[in-house]
């Protein structure tokens, strides 16, 4: 039996059939959709590598079936600059170290452009650091990103207070 | 594999219906803990995805109690606009898994995976709630200690669905809270964990509903600190949490903590919910 659906990935709307339901969103995205940015690291929901936003939301793509997405919109890591005009996540990363061997780095980022849209830790490092829990990262950059999501807090709080003003 | 995702109970409830065991039909909503439960192996039985059943995501008040869908994620419970009672299960929403977890698994999900470490049973206990279970040969309700029958082991039959959680009416003043230990702070499964419920008439308990969870096969109520704790102000119920009125636990030794050790982590776990209620410190 084969299966087609039909989503929206960073603003593309893709349709895709697969013969076999296991497909997990990651390996589609990885394998089908020549968007390797999004990594595979426990490919069992524990180490956050695989973050992607879903209609929005944070989730790990290793624990989602691709074929449980039909209608979904799907943002990724190549989907967040610009042209050559970073994210601010992206760019508070850079600025402040926020990783070091950058394999869990898109992870990351997906994890805290999603924390952030969320609007429940506003500025507070603790809760920066409790909703960053779900990406682990083992070279141990963590103060650099916490540094690096506070920032980019900031200035995305301060950016839209300019443009409401 | 073979992949099934009805909008409606009707279709949800006859792609059970008749199934026995050698057809074998897996029930998922977020899947978060079906997935890594697979392993290496791969699943050729047939997967029924519930989430895009209608009625069956969100939490709303019924009657004089209170509706959770089966398919409602730890995120809608996070958001929802609930009363101080729920403020356990609340904080319980926060420690399951990481947010990205929160946002895909949902609370009959974690009742139905039914393990001894389930974050949100020790609050749904404290809280009476009760399990809708429903097939082509009707509905039934259980109450969930009834509901959860041991390690991984549930009531439920294999044509059934859970379609809802219910939370019968709740004291006015009534507040819930929540106490997880791990061996770090967050991403942890729990050593030992306390769901509680209280009422409280100036400043000293009036009804207590404490549950323990992770210290034996299925999370347990504590009858018998229950009743010792009625009429306790804060330094006196923290006294009346003793090893004596916790016997019905019967913690195990593991990877995460001896059973010794989670003993001594059930009380202080108690005597910190205790104090995050009566001080007023529980938050989702």
Same mark, same amino acid.
Request: proline content about 4%; overall charge negative; aromatic content about 4%.
């Given at each position: 039996?084969?299966?087609?659906?039909?989503?929206?990935?960073?603003?593309?709307?893709?349709?895709? @059939?697969?013969?076999?339901?296991?497909?997990?969103?990651?390996?589609?995205?990885?394998?089908?959709?020549?968007?390797?940015?999004?990594?595979?690291?426990?490919?069992?929901?524990?180490?956050?590598?695989?973050?992607?936003?879903?209609?929005?939301?944070?989730?790990?793509?290793?624990?989602?079936?691709?074929? @449980?997405?039909?209608?979904?919109?799907?943002?990724?890591?190549?989907?967040?600059?610009?042209?050559?005009?970073?994210?601010?996540?992206?760019?508070?990363?850079?600025?402040?170290?926020?990783?070091?061997?950058?394999?869990? @780095?898109?992870?990351?980022?997906?994890?805290?452009?999603?924390?952030?849209?969320?609007?429940?830790?506003? @500025?507070?490092?603790?809760?920066?650091?409790?909703?960053?829990?779900?990406?682990?990262?083992?070279?141990?950059?963590?103060?650099?990103?916490?540094?690096?999501?506070?920032?980019?807090?900031?200035?995305?709080?301060?950016?839209?207070?300019?443009?409401?003003? | 594999?073979?992949?099934?995702?009805?909008?409606?109970?009707?279709?949800?409830?006859?792609?059970?219906?008749?199934?026995?065991?050698?057809?074998?039909?897996?029930?998922?909503?977020?899947?978060?803990?079906?997935?890594?439960a697979q392993g290496e192996r791969a699943y050729?039985?047939?997967?029924?995805?519930?989430?895009?059943?209608?009625?069956?995501?969100?939490?709303?008040?019924?009657?004089?109690?209170?509706?959770?869908?089966?398919?409602?994620?730890?995120?809608?419970?996070?958001?929802?606009?609930?009363?101080?009672?729920?403020?356990g299960l609340k904080l319980a929403a926060r420690?399951?898994?990481?947010?990205?977890?929160?946002?895909?698994?949902?609370?009959?999900?974690?009742?139905?995976?039914?393990?001894?470490?389930?974050?949100?049973?020790?609050?749904?206990?404290?809280?009476? *709630?009760? %399990?809708?279970?429903?097939?082509?040969?009707?509905?039934?309700?259980?109450?969930?200690?009834?509901?959860?029958?041991?390690?991984?082991?549930? *009531?439920?039959?294999?044509?059934?669905?859970?379609?809802?959680?219910?939370?019968?009416?709740?004291?006015?003043?009534?507040?819930?809270?929540?106490?997880?230990?791990?061996?770090?702070?967050?991403?942890?499964?729990?050593?030992?964990?306390?769901? *509680?419920?209280?009422?409280?008439?100036?400043?000293?308990?009036?009804?207590?509903?404490?549950?323990?969870?992770?210290?034996?096969?299925?999370?347990?109520?504590?009858?018998?600190?229950?009743? *010792?704790? %009625?009429?306790?102000?804060?330094?006196?119920?923290?006294?009346?949490?003793?090893?004596?009125?916790?016997?019905?636990?019967?913690?195990?030794?593991?990877?995460?903590?001896?059973?010794?050790?989670?003993?001594?982590?059930?009380?202080?776990?108690?005597?910190?919910?205790?104090?995050?209620?009566?001080?007023?410190?529980?938050?989702?």
């Amino acid at each position: 039996m084969s299966y087609t659906i039909s989503l929206t990935v960073n603003g593309d709307r893709r349709d895709v @059939t697969f013969e076999d339901a296991r497909v997990t969103l990651l390996d589609l995205l990885r394998e089908r959709l020549a968007l390797p940015g999004t990594k595979k690291g426990c490919d069992r929901g524990q180490c956050g590598a695989c973050t992607v936003l879903v209609d929005g939301r944070r989730i790990n793509s290793c624990l989602t079936l691709a074929v @449980t997405l039909d209608g979904a919109d799907v943002t990724t890591i190549e989907g967040l600059a610009r042209g050559d005009v970073l994210h601010p996540v992206q760019a508070s990363f850079v600025e402040h170290d926020g990783f070091q061997c950058g394999y869990c @780095t898109p992870g990351q980022i997906m994890s805290a452009v999603g924390l952030i849209a969320e609007g429940d830790v506003g @500025t507070d490092p603790e809760r920066i650091r409790e909703g960053m829990s779900g990406n682990l990262c083992r070279c141990a950059a963590y103060h650099g990103i916490t540094e690096a999501v506070l920032d980019a807090a900031r200035r995305m709080t301060d950016d839209k207070t300019r443009k409401s003003a | 594999m073979s992949y099934l995702t009805p909008t409606t109970l009707d279709a949800a409830l006859g792609a059970l219906s008749g199934r026995d065991t050698e057809a074998p039909v897996s029930v998922i909503a977020g899947g978060t803990d079906w997935f890594p439960a697979q392993g290496e192996r791969a699943y050729n039985g047939t997967l029924l995805d519930v989430t895009r059943v209608e009625g069956m995501r969100g939490v709303s008040a019924v009657g004089t109690g209170w509706r959770i869908g089966g398919a409602t994620t730890w995120s809608d419970i996070l958001h929802a606009d609930l009363p101080p009672a729920f403020d356990g299960l609340k904080l319980a929403a926060r420690e399951v898994g990481s947010v990205q977890i929160q946002n895909a698994g949902t609370v009959a999900g974690n009742i139905c995976n039914a393990s001894p470490a389930a974050d949100g049973v020790p609050p749904l206990l404290s809280l009476d *709630a009760e %399990v809708e279970l429903t097939s082509t040969r009707g509905v039934r309700r259980l109450v969930l200690a009834e509901f959860i029958t041991g390690v991984r082991k549930t *009531a439920r039959a294999a044509d059934e669905i859970v379609t809802a959680l219910y939370i019968p009416a709740l004291s006015a003043g009534a507040r819930g809270g929540f106490t997880k230990i791990g061996g770090r702070k967050y991403l942890v499964i729990s050593v030992a964990m306390v769901g *509680a419920v209280l009422t409280l008439s100036g400043g000293r308990i009036a009804t207590a509903r404490i549950t323990v969870g992770s210290a034996s096969p299925v999370a347990l109520r504590m009858g018998d600190l229950e009743n *010792a704790l %009625v009429g306790a102000d804060l330094a006196e119920a923290l006294e009346r949490v003793t090893p004596e009125r916790l016997a019905a636990l019967s913690p195990i030794s593991d990877i995460r903590g001896s059973a010794e050790f989670r003993g001594e982590a059930v009380v202080e776990a108690i005597r910190r919910t205790l104090t995050q209620i009566m001080k007023g410190q529980a938050h989702g």
